[in-house]
């Protein structure tokens, strides 16, 4: 500490351990908030209009014509509890589960982010959803799917965690009705 | 004046306990900052204070602990004669 560039560093140096602390602090103590202390958000979630088409899906890097499942829903979430002091945003997504082989599959049929706690109320009716579904094998015959609203908390500090909600709501893809098959 | 001007502000040399004072200085008042920091963006839940708040306590605190200020000058060594030997 003896002359003005010594204690240039020796400051900085100490500022920047202080910060590194305060931001560990940060990020365990929202931690702590998110696991004991935030009430689980309710969500109740309707799937309805599941419709089957034949044919190339309308997007990605299949060039296969094949069944393909659209459909529309209704949500009710209210997420503003996920909201504490370190979270940045929020990743929402509907995740649509249903049984294959050799593994389950689960496909993102919505999406969405939440930047801010007045927006994370959500009440959607007869929406469409983002993405259609088609399978692996190309067919669905007839197996029943299970909708469930996941989400990412991005904090500002710290880890990115990963949580679902209780509700869920279950549908069957209905058969091909098209005149167009095979 | 230029080479004045660079022993004050650049060298900046204090003395002994000056520099016992700045160590001091240094640990306790950043650690504070950073708890007060800590605790206002806890209790407001909005982490944009704790960022301002920081910044601006740690900013103080580089402008007290870095400048030659007279305080940290008060207790100069005082060296013996030179002895003549012969």
New interface residues.
């Given amino acids: 500490m003896f002359s003005t560039f010594q204690r240039l560093q020796q400051y900085c140096g100490y500022v920047t351990s202080v910060v590194l602390c305060l931001m560990a602090a940060i990020s365990v103590s929202s931690l702590i908030q998110q696991a004991y202390f935030t009430p689980t958000p309710s969500v109740s979630i309707s799937v309805d209009n599941v419709s089957i088409k034949y044919g190339k899906p309308p997007y990605g890097f299949n060039y296969k014509r094949q069944e393909y499942a659209s459909m529309t829903f209704d949500l009710d979430a209210d997420l503003s509890p996920l909201f504490n002091w370190n979270t940045k945003q929020l990743f929402v997504y509907l995740a649509a589960t249903y049984p294959g082989k050799p593994y389950a599959n689960k496909v993102v049929i919505w999406d969405e982010i939440i930047t801010s706690k007045k927006d994370a109320v959500l009440s959607l009716r007869n929406t469409t959803a983002d993405y259609v579904i088609y399978d692996v094998t190309g067919k669905f015959n007839e197996r029943t799917a299970a909708v469930s609203l996941e989400w990412n908390v991005q904090p500002h500090v710290g880890l990115l965690t990963y949580d679902k909600g209780e509700g869920r709501s279950k549908f069957t893809f209905p058969p091909l009705t098209d005149a167009k098959k095979n | 004046m230029s080479s004045h001007l660079q022993t004050i ?6 003395d002994l306990v ?3 004072l ?2 001091s200085i ?2 306790y008042y ?2 504070f ?2 708890i007060i ?2 605790l206002s ?2 209790i ?4 944009k204070l ?1 960022v301002y708040i ?1 910044s601006v306590l ?1 900013t103080i ?2 402008f007290v ?4 200020w007279p305080f940290y000058k008060r207790h100069p060594l005082r060296f013996l004669k030179h002895e003549k030997t012969n």
């Fill in positions: 502000i650049l060298e900046g040399s204090i000056g520099q016992q700045a160590d240094t640990s950043v650690s900052a950073g920091g800590f963006g806890f407001s839940q909005d982490i704790t920081c740690f605190g580089l602990v870095v400048f030659p």
